[in-house]
C-alpha cells in the first residue's frame, strides 16, 4: 500500500492532477469563511458559538456547504443548486421528450443537457439567495429560541444591500460550478463529488470535538466504533451487486467472426445512491418552510396546523418524523431507480447486437425478466437507505438533544461512495501506467 502511494506522487501526470485538485478544494473552503458583504461577521459567530448542534430547516443545505450556509459566506449556497438543478434535468428527460432525444445524442446532445442545468443552476442560486437572506434578516435562520444577536445579522437591510449580497451569493454558487466543472476536467474524480465529499469532512473534526465535550472520552471511543462499524456496512452493501449473465452470439461479416463472448449486467443493490435521501429530506422541509413563514405576530396565538407542523414535522426526535422519512425514502428509491433504468431499453440494445440472457427470450421476456430483478433487489437497497438515514436520528433520539452522531445519514453515504470512486480511477490510472494498482 505505501509502495503504491509513492507510486502515485512519482508518476508526474497523476501527481500534477490531484495537487490540481487539492488547490481547488483549498480554495472552495477559503470561500466558506469569506463573509458576503453587510453581514455582521461577529453576530454569525456568536450564534454559531450559541447553537453549535442547531438541526433546523437549513441543515442539509449547510452539510453540503461545509457550514458556509448558516456564516452567510460568499459560497452559503454550496453545491447544492448544482446538485438540484441536475436532478431536475435528468427527471425532465421522462417528461420533456426533447431532454430524452438530447441524451441519446452523445457527447453533443449531453453538452447541451449540461449547458441547461448551467442555467438551471443560476436561477435556483438566485431563488436560494433570495430565502436565505429572506430568513436571516427576519432573525429565523438560528431558530425562533435564539439569542439577540441572531436576529442582527445583517449590517443594512435596504434594498441595494440585499440585492448585492444575492447577486454575490449566486455568483460563489456560479464560481463553484466552475470549479466542480475543472476538477472533472483537470484533476482526478468527479468535481462535484469531491467538493461535496470537502464540504462534509470537514465537519467530522467539529462533531467529534462536540462529542467529546458533551459526553466524555468514553463516548467518543464508543462513536468511533459505531462509525467504523457503518462504514464497513455501506462499503459491503455499496459494492454489493446482482450479476445478470449475458451471452451473444457469433456473427459472420466477410471472414471475421464477431460476438460469441459472455458478459453481465451489474445491477446495484443501491442504484439510486444518496438522491431518495435528498429528495425526502427536501420533501420534508417544505412544510417546515411554509409554517416558517405563517408565524403569527407578537401575542397571537399559531393556527392549529402550524403547531402541528412544527411538532410533529420539524423536530427530527418525533418517531412521526422518522417513520414519513424512512417511508419517503423506500418510495423515492423505486421512483428514481424507474427512471434511471430502463428494462426495455436495455433488452431493445441486448437484442440489437445479439444478445440473450440464458434461459431467456429475447426482447419482451428479457425486459420482464430484466423488470422483476431489478424490483426485488431494490426492496433491501431502499430499507438500507432508510435505515442509514435514520440512524443519526434514532442515536440523536435516543443519547439526549446535546449529542450529534457524525457517522450516519447522508454525510456517510455520500463520504464513503465518493471515496471508492475516487480510488477505483487513481487505481485504474495507475494500472495504466505501472501494471499495479492501489491493491493488489
Not at 225 to 234: N, R
Not at 382 to 402: D, F, W
Amino acid at each position: 500500500m505505501i509502495s503504491a502511494v509513492v507510486r502515485i506522487f512519482r508518476t508526474p501526470d497523476l501527481r500534477r492532477k490531484i495537487g490540481f485538485a487539492l488547490g481547488i478544494i483549498a480554495l472552495f473552503r477559503l470561500g466558506s469563511f469569506i463573509p458576503s458583504p453587510y453581514v455582521d461577521f461577529g453576530n454569525v459567530q456568536a450564534c454559531l458559538n450559541a447553537n453549535q448542534n442547531t438541526s433546523g430547516l437549513y441543515e442539509l443545505v449547510n452539510l453540503f456547504s461545509g457550514g458556509a450556509l448558516l456564516q452567510l459566506s460568499i459560497f452559503a449556497l454550496g453545491i447544492m443548486p448544482y446538485i438540484t438543478a441536475s436532478i431536475i434535468v435528468q427527471l425532465l428527460r421522462v417528461v420533456i421528450p426533447h431532454f430524452e432525444t438530447l441524451h441519446k445524442e452523445g457527447q453533443a446532445g449531453q453538452s447541451k443537457l449540461t449547458q441547461y442545468t448551467r442555467y438551471l443552476t443560476i436561477a435556483l442560486g438566485v431563488l436560494q439567495s433570495t430565502t436565505l437572506i429572506t430568513v436571516a434578516r427576519s432573525g429565523a435562520l438560528f431558530g425562533t429560541n435564539s439569542t439577540p444577536e441572531c436576529t442582527q445579522l445583517l449590517t443594512n437591510d435596504a434594498w441595494y444591500a440585499i440585492l448585492l449580497m444575492v447577486i454575490t451569493m449566486t455568483a460563489g454558487t456560479g464560481l463553484i460550478m466552475w470549479m466542480a466543472e475543472l476538477i472533472t476536467e483537470k484533476g482526478i474524480g468527479n468535481g462535484m463529488s469531491l467538493l461535496i465529499f470537502t464540504s462534509i469532512a470537514a465537519g467530522f473534526p467539529r462533531s467529534l470535538g462536540n462529542v467529546y465535550a458533551a459526553r466524555g472520552l468514553n463516548t467518543l471511543l464508543i462513536v468511533l466504533a459505531m462509525g467504523l462499524l457503518v462504514i464497513v456496512a455501506v462499503v459491503f452493501v455499496e459494492q454489493s451487486q446482482r450479476r445478470i449473465p449475458v451471452q451473444y452470439a457469433k456473427r459472420v461479416v466477410g471472414r471475421r467472426t464477431y460476438g460469441g463472448n459472455n458478459t453481465y449486467i451489474p445491477i446495484k443493490v443501491n442504484m439510486a445512491g444518496v438522491v431518495p435521501v435528498i429528495f425526502a429530506s427536501s420533501l420534508l422541509y417544505l412544510p417546515a418552510l411554509i409554517a416558517q413563514f405563517n408565524q403569527p405576530a407578537a401575542g397571537q396565538q399559531p393556527a392549529e396546523w402550524v403547531t402541528w407542523v412544527s411538532t410533529y414535522l420539524v423536530k427530527s426526535d418525533q418517531p412521526s418524523y422518522m417513520i414519513l422519512f424512512f417511508l419517503l425514502i423506500v418510495g423515492f428509491t423505486y421512483f428514481y431507480v424507474a427512471i434511471t433504468f430502463n428494462p426495455e431499453e436495455v433488452a431493445d440494445n441486448m437484442k440489437k447486437y445479439g444478445g440473450f440472457i440464458p434461459g431467456i427470450r429475447a426482447g419482451r421476456p428479457t425486459a420482464e425478466y430484466l423488470d422483476y430483478v431489478l424490483t426485488r433487489i431494490t426492496l433491501p437497497g431502499s430499507i438500507y437507505l432508510g435505515i442509514i438515514a435514520i440512524l443519526p436520528l434514532i442515536v440523536l433520539a435516543l443519547a439526549g438533544a446535546n449529542t450529534h452522531f457524525p457517522f450516519g445519514g447522508t454525510s456517510i453515504l455520500i463520504v464513503v461512495g465518493v471515496g471508492l470512486e475516487t480510488v477505483k480511477q487513481i487505481d485504474s490510472q495507475l494500472q495504466q501506467r505501472h501494471y499495479e494498482g492501489l491493491l493488489r
